[in-house]
């Protein structure tokens, strides 16, 4: 017979006071550890047989863990300060200055680099957890340094921040963007993994008396390790060094991103030129020039060909322009990482051929981010900091992004060239649109259209009941217009190439049969209801319609019906709430019936939200239309 509490689950686990008796540590380097270490508290079945009978309230920690944390050189190393400080406080308390700066500088310092490779055995472990990293290490970078941050964690955060910002320029890994009332999030794509931060507005930030850092700050010493490790793969993936040199000059004049200079591994440094700037300085291109180039590659000829071939391509072939040291574009010969993301995501390139203008009342660094991740070229007011490529008289402008209230009888602006002024929500929703918008919804002044969230599926929130905005079912009836003309275009074109008789016959047939189905229009109301659709099959085959044109009309009327949205009349339901409830309770467990009850009650209160948006949404629709009225009158 066993003693009591020296197996099962008072084995398994140990408080935490039992923990730092074992470890002899102080309560904050237990946490310390636990946080470097990936250790959280557990919670036991059943608490009264892991605290050994003992009924007082405790937190609960693994066994295992406890005797892991007793090998970390981690803990050797807290200890060894805690020596340090001790001689030192002690030789400060004596006044022997010249021993107090011996210690001072043996002071001991830990890494936690094998923690990081203990953590994330795979590059993609380390990927699937950049989004806690990231938004906590650009928090720290808005905030202010005092007493308990310091200036120097402060700096190295933004540093962390702009050089991700870089690399997910460089590769144009942006999928999402979304303004929130917390701030804005971003959605990246990089190596297959969805990376997903938040990055606060740019406030100034009052951080309160009472919030202790010292949580945050060891979370925030992990992620800065990890962090130097994976951006360390990730430019050395795309052939580029890391880290990436700082111009110290543009740094202090605010140049933000812009004073990071890329390097290639060993070619120097990386050269983003301006492709429309580079046409104006051509040169020509000589035929021996060409000539030793192809020769260079083993695909010469004899002279003659030679010469015919450069005075064919001599008028499209170019170099750029005058500089006898090589310039190394913004390009990689081998096919990398972020080529395969290119490819694979066409809307990356969708302002590749548009150049926008900031006014210096814009947040530069964020729309500076998401236009130069797809493809765009930005230049900003002087106010906004320098470097800017262009300036604001240049005719290659074609957006202007402003964002200031217009003041009634101003004078037009005047620019040269034609560009189009815009708001800076214009550039968000087109990004998540994936295509470009009219202008003059978003013109300086205007109200602007909702701003939906791209993390949000319309179509799941139909079906759970949940509340659609009218600008997604907008958008959606337009989408499902442009397709339906799409289809009615390739159906002509089929059409064509049939004879007129078949063409007829399908045609007269078609009509006579669409006239009366009405087991496939409630197919098409309740498409999961499998009894419906066998129904609607049945009544298809009554009428000889072919399987292939039953599942075209069956989508058709789908499509419609979801058009139509809550419109759509839906069969009698077999059995009403009320006695769905009773069977339930009759036919479930306790358990079960707890479980059911909080599911009824969550989806009631979801319905009660989504009927109060409606309403809302209503009277908002008649206070427009009042209002216009008294305009027009």
């Given at each position: 017979?066993k003693?009591?509490?020296i197996?099962?689950?008072?084995k398994?686990y140990?408080?935490?006071n039992?923990?730092?008796?074992?470890?002899?540590c102080?309560?904050?380097?237990f946490?310390r550890?636990?946080i470097?270490?990936?250790i959280y508290?557990?919670?036991?079945?059943s608490?009264?047989?892991a605290?050994?009978?003992s009924s007082?309230?405790?937190?609960f920690?693994y066994?295992?863990d406890?005797?892991?944390l007793l090998?970390?050189?981690?803990?050797?190393?807290?200890r060894?300060?805690?020596?340090?400080?001790k001689?030192l406080?002690?030789a400060?308390?004596?006044?022997e200055?010249?021993?107090?700066?011996?210690?001072?500088?043996s002071?001991?310092v830990?890494?936690i680099?094998?923690?990081?490779?203990e953590?994330?055995?795979?590059?993609?472990?380390?990927l699937r957890?950049l989004?806690?990293?990231?938004?906590l290490i650009v928090l720290?970078a808005?905030?202010p340094?005092?007493?308990?941050?310091?200036?120097?964690?402060i700096?190295?955060?933004?540093?962390?921040a702009?050089?991700?910002?870089?690399?997910v320029?460089?590769?144009?890994a942006?999928?999402?963007?979304?303004?929130s009332i917390?701030?804005?999030?971003?959605q990246?794509?990089?190596?297959g993994?969805?990376?997903t931060?938040?990055?606060p507005y740019?406030?100034?930030?009052h951080?309160?008396s009472d919030l202790?850092?010292?949580?945050m700050?060891?979370?925030?010493?992990?992620?800065q390790?990890l962090?130097?490790?994976?951006?360390?793969?990730l430019?050395t993936?795309?052939?580029l060094v890391?880290p990436?040199?700082?111009?110290d000059i543009l740094?202090?004049?605010?140049?933000?991103?812009?004073?990071?200079?890329?390097?290639?591994t060993?070619k120097g440094?990386?050269?983003?030129?301006?492709?429309?700037a580079d046409?104006?300085e051509k040169?020509r291109?000589?035929a021996?020039?060409?000539?030793?180039?192809?020769?260079a590659?083993?695909?010469g000829g004899?002279d003659?060909?030679?010469k015919?071939?450069?005075?064919?391509?001599?008028?499209?072939v170019?170099?750029?322009?005058?500089?006898?040291?090589?310039?190394?574009?913004?390009?990689?010969a081998s096919?990398?990482?972020?080529d395969l993301?290119?490819?694979?995501?066409?809307?990356?390139?969708?302002?590749?051929?548009?150049f926008?203008?900031l006014?210096r009342e814009?947040t530069?660094p964020t729309?500076e981010?998401?236009?130069?991740s797809f493809?765009?070229q930005?230049?900003?007011d002087?106010?906004l900091?320098?470097g800017?490529?262009?300036l604001?008289n240049?005719?290659?402008?074609?957006?202007?992004?402003v964002?200031?209230p217009v003041?009634?009888?101003?004078a037009p602006r005047?620019?040269?060239?034609k560009?189009?002024?815009i708001?800076p929500q214009?550039?968000?929703?087109?990004?998540?649109?994936?295509?470009?918008?009219?202008?003059?919804?978003?013109?300086?002044?205007?109200?602007l259209?909702?701003?939906l969230?791209?993390f949000?599926?319309?179509?799941e929130?139909?079906n759970?009941?949940?509340?659609?905005?009218?600008?997604a079912?907008r958008?959606?009836?337009i989408?499902m217009?442009?397709g339906?003309?799409d289809?009615?275009?390739?159906?002509?074109?089929?059409?064509?190439?049939?004879?007129?008789?078949?063409?007829?016959?399908?045609?007269?047939?078609?009509?006579?049969k669409?006239a009366?189905?009405?087991?496939?229009l409630?197919?098409?109301a309740?498409?999961k209801n499998?009894?419906?659709l066998?129904?609607?099959?049945l009544e298809?085959e009554?009428?000889?319609v072919?399987?292939?044109?039953?599942?075209?009309?069956?989508?058709?009327?789908?499509?419609?019906?979801?058009k139509?949205g809550g419109?759509?009349?839906?069969?009698?339901?077999k059995?009403?709430r009320?006695?769905?409830e009773?069977?339930?309770?009759?036919?479930?467990?306790?358990?079960?019936?707890?479980?059911?009850?909080k599911m009824?009650?969550?989806?009631?209160r979801?319905?009660?939200e989504?009927a109060?948006?409606?309403?809302?949404?209503k009277a908002?629709e008649?206070e427009k239309?009042?209002?216009?009225?008294?305009q027009?009158?």
């Open positions: 017979m003693r009591k509490g197996a099962g689950a008072a398994n140990t408080t935490r039992q923990a730092i008796k074992k470890l002899q102080t309560l904050s380097d946490r550890l636990c470097l270490k990936g508290p557990r919670e036991p079945r608490r009264k047989k605290n050994k009978g007082a309230p405790a937190s920690y066994s295992k406890i005797q892991y090998h970390e050189p981690v803990l050797e190393k807290l060894e300060h805690k020596a340090f400080a001689k406080s002690k400060l308390g004596r006044g200055w010249g021993l107090a700066k011996n210690i001072e500088e002071k001991p830990y890494r680099d094998h923690i990081i490779k953590r994330y055995p795979t590059f993609t472990d380390s957890d989004d806690d990293a990231l938004s720290f808005a905030l340094a005092n007493t308990s941050i310091p200036a120097a964690v700096s190295n955060c933004a540093r962390l702009a050089q991700w910002q870089l690399y320029m460089r590769t144009k942006l999928r999402k963007v979304f303004l917390k701030g804005i999030y971003f990246a794509e990089i190596q993994q969805t990376v931060w938040l990055v740019m406030f100034t930030q951080i309160p202790d850092f010292r949580i700050l060891t979370f925030l010493e992990l992620y390790t962090l130097g490790f994976v951006f360390f793969k430019y993936d795309i052939n890391y990436p040199k700082l111009d740094d202090e004049n605010g140049a933000g991103i812009g004073a990071l200079l890329l390097e290639e060993g440094l990386v050269v983003v030129r301006d492709e429309s046409e104006t040169k291109v000589y021996k020039d060409v000539r030793k180039q192809i020769h590659i083993g695909l004899n003659a060909a030679e015919a071939a450069v005075e064919e391509d001599e008028a499209m170019t170099l750029p322009a005058a500089s006898d040291e090589p310039i190394d574009l913004d390009v990689f096919t990398s990482a972020s993301q290119i490819a694979l995501a066409p809307t990356t390139t969708l302002f590749t051929s548009y926008f203008y006014s814009v530069r729309l981010f998401v236009i130069r493809g765009g930005v230049g900003w002087a106010v900091g320098a800017s490529p262009f604001e240049d005719p290659r402008i074609t957006h202007h992004v964002d200031r003041v009634a009888g101003a005047e620019h040269p060239g560009r189009a002024y708001q214009w550039v968000v929703d087109c990004i998540n649109r994936g295509t470009l918008l009219p202008a003059d919804d978003y013109r300086p002044g205007a109200t259209p909702p701003h969230s791209p949000v599926d319309e179509d929130v139909r759970r009941g949940g509340y659609v905005p009218m600008e079912n958008i959606e009836d989408e217009a442009a339906e003309v289809e009615d275009e390739d159906d002509d074109d089929e059409d064509d190439e049939d004879d007129e008789e078949e063409e007829e016959a399908f045609v007269s047939t078609f009509k006579g669409k009366a189905a009405p087991a496939l409630a197919a098409a309740d498409p499998e009894s419906l066998h129904a609607a099959e298809a009554s009428r000889g072919a399987p292939a044109q039953f599942a075209a009309e069956l989508a058709a009327e789908t499509k419609k019906a979801k139509a419109k759509v009349v839906k069969g009698p339901k059995v009403d009320s006695q769905e009773q069977l339930a309770s009759i036919m479930l467990t306790g358990k079960q019936k707890k479980l059911y009850k009824a009650y969550s989806q009631d979801k319905a009660e989504t109060k948006l409606q309403d809302r949404r908002i008649k239309k009042k209002a216009a009225l008294k027009a009158l």
